[in-house]
């Protein structure tokens, strides 16, 4: 099936009318024509968000699925939520397509009223899933025959790591003295993770990585741009978010607890009284039109948006940004996760109306961008800040580029929570570094093995294997996610002070949060980092007794398999299966009379004489 079939309507129509016939679905990979595909509800996540916990009645205060235009994703098919007896497997490259192709024109496309006279071209595939009903009763049969047989699991909850960074140093307190304080913090969030309806593939280039690289690049400017302030800044970089929240609801459960920071940074904690305003960047598929949004009555938020208008005037970005929108029916962002708790709690959130026709699919890659990788980290450093007086870099990138198209709405939304954090405009022309938004694209998109990643490693560790590291959630595994792990280091070279004149014998000597990397020319530096990890799982699996039916927390599982694999063979025709049955059957009658003949006459066939010997 090509995707441009891959409708809501041709599907639930195989699986409710034609579902005993199909034995397996085969996507081919061809995009040419393609104007839509996402397999994502018109409305992502609106069973976990703050329209969940608002007046029933309220439904112009609702994102809906039947309302195309008054959703977040007006172009989903909600594919990705439904359920399919049958398997579906994505052929991505072309050679196994082309073996497909072939095979089925030879042998099946040709006379299809006596097609089953003949022998076919065949596909067997293993995909059995050894989950069934829902995550309530797999857990409970997970949990029950792991008693009885060890290591016995039929499904695992999604768990990941949310990554998080502090502007300026935390300090560290005995433990005595780690009680909750005064500390005003600002917290800046997005998401890290995206998903699609296939394991393995689909970058979330739109969906996810234009907002990532937009707060990676914001918390670089204000590391450089603001040495210090009475109030510090959270950067946080939430995973799980496309599955009802994972990252976010675990935070603020944390946050409700205690528990954040963990007691082996060894710092106060920190609660939601401490949090003075929560900007969080929703998908960015529109960097020229941004809009701020707020679910509870929020001078912030016509703050926020009076700076956006009045810094763009200034710098001329070429951003619109209107009057703050005031909604129930916000964009599915991570401040959901804060509003269903408080609908008082001062969040607001940066956004632009839908314009990803391939959300969460497996089309929303660098080509949906139009990215091209410039490779420049040679020729500029991307450790530093932009000169703005460079104008629109069109003889790097090209007009319109996404590399310029970031930096500018980045520098704008940066030079914004500097004029609230200090309480003065930015008076330099400096703004977020093209280049290094280049490189973070290309890192993300096309190869880990990438200058940028090389620069927060140590000097000689080997090159990884050059392909974009996954984003999806998965679940609990020993070893840390490669696109988390490479979101903690960035953020350490970024964000962290470098330490002069430190060996790396030296460096190692300190411990974290000292550490040694090689840094943008090489040869290898220490820096006083901030970041550090969180748990992203869902408080509904830390707690025995929770009510599965609740809808309090997210509760995605992810199912169990022994072995997934497919192969191409030709079937026999009935007639040919026939003969060789039949010759079957002649040749072990043969067999049994030949065997009965011998045996009976054995003394005769196999007699060698007497052996006995005379005394």
Known sequence: MLPALYTRENILRLRDEAAPYVSVLVLMNNASGLEQFSQESRCPNQYSGLSSVLNPKADEQRCSVDRAEDSWNPWGSGLLLEDFPFPIFYVAGQSEMDKLLDCYDRFNAHDLDHQHQRSLCAIEVKAF??????????????NTYNS???????CDPLQGKNVYATLFPRPIVPEEQRVEGPER??????????????????????????????????????????PNNDRNVLFLFFNGESYD????????????????PSRSTQTKPISMDNIELMIDLGSLDNLTDLHVYHAAPQPMATKVAELLR???????????????????????VSAQSFLRENITFPAVIIASKPGNHFYHSIYDDQENLHYH????????????LEDLDLGDRSDLYGKDSIQMRIRNASTLIGMSIYELLVGKAYDQRNGTNSVLIDEFLHCFLESADCPLFRATVKPDSPHVYPAPPSRYISVHTTLTADATGWTYRVLGLLLGQKVENVTKTDCAAMHLPYQWMAGYEGAGECRRTTQNMTLALSPAFTNDTYDFTSHRYSTWTESTWSEMSARIFLRPSPAHETLTLSIGIVVMVISFVLVFLINSRSDVLFNQGSTSSIP
């Open 129 to 142: 899933m050894s989950a069934a009903v829902s995550t309530d009763i797999c857990m409970r049969r997970s």
């Open 310 to 332: 009045k810094i763009n005037q200034s710098f001329g970005f070429g951003i619109q940004s209107g009057q703050p929108v005031l909604t129930g029916n916000l964009p599915p």
């Open 373 to 384: 990788y410039k490779n420049l980290s040679r020729k500029y450093d991307f450790t530093q």
């Open 148 to 154: 009885l047989i060890p290591a016995t699991k039929y």
């Open 245 to 260: 929240y994972i990252g976010s609801q675990r935070f603020v459960y944390d946050l409700e607890t205690g528990a954040f």
């Open 185 to 226: 913090i600002v917290l800046v969030s997005t998401r890290t993770d995206t998903t699609t309806m296939f394991d393995g593939v689909g970058l979330g280039a739109m969906g996810s990585v234009v907002p990532f690289t937009v707060l990676v690049s914001v918390s670089h400017f204000l590391s450089k741009a603001l």
